[in-house]
């Protein structure tokens, strides 16, 4: 069993940055290919981001590639988003999550989830 506690999220204007951080315990965090997925209200969990086991491999939604970066130090048990260039469209309830495999990108193939953090954009 692994806890994940995410933070980070908060309400900020078209254009601007948040830098999301997920701190994990419980089992040894460096063993773990990670991820991250939001779901805006009335929609569908979607996949944002996964990083490997080493942080060597990374891989992202169309969505938000080239504006968000996905990173992990294993030595402090974290994992990061860096969003940068927020949308309104980007408006959700952010989560952490420990995939069964590397190149899981559905909900299904989560193993554990964060409880969550949301992030706001206003026009």
């Known amino acids: 069993q692994v806890q994940l506690v995410e933070s980070g999220g908060g309400s900020v204007q078209a254009g601007g940055s948040l830098r999301l951080s997920c701190a994990a315990s419980?089992?040894?965090?460096?063993?773990?290919?990670m991820g991250w997925f939001r779901q805006a209200p009335g929609k569908e969990r979607e996949f944002v981001a996964r990083?490997?086991?080493?942080?060597?491999?990374?891989a992202y939604g169309d969505s938000v590639k080239g504006r968000f970066t996905i990173s992990r130090d294993n030595a402090k048990n974290t994992l990061y988003l860096q969003a940068t260039s927020l949308k309104p469209e980007d408006t959700a309830v952010y989560y952490c999550?420990?995939?069964?495999?590397?190149?899981?990108?559905?909900?299904?193939?989560?193993?554990?989830w964060g409880q969550g953090t949301q992030v706001t954009v206003s026009s």
């Open positions: 990083i490997s086991v080493s942080g060597s491999s990374t």
């Open positions: 419980g089992r040894t965090f460096s063993e773990y290919n």
């Open positions: 999550a420990v995939l069964r495999f590397y190149v899981a990108s559905r909900p299904e193939n989560v193993r554990y």
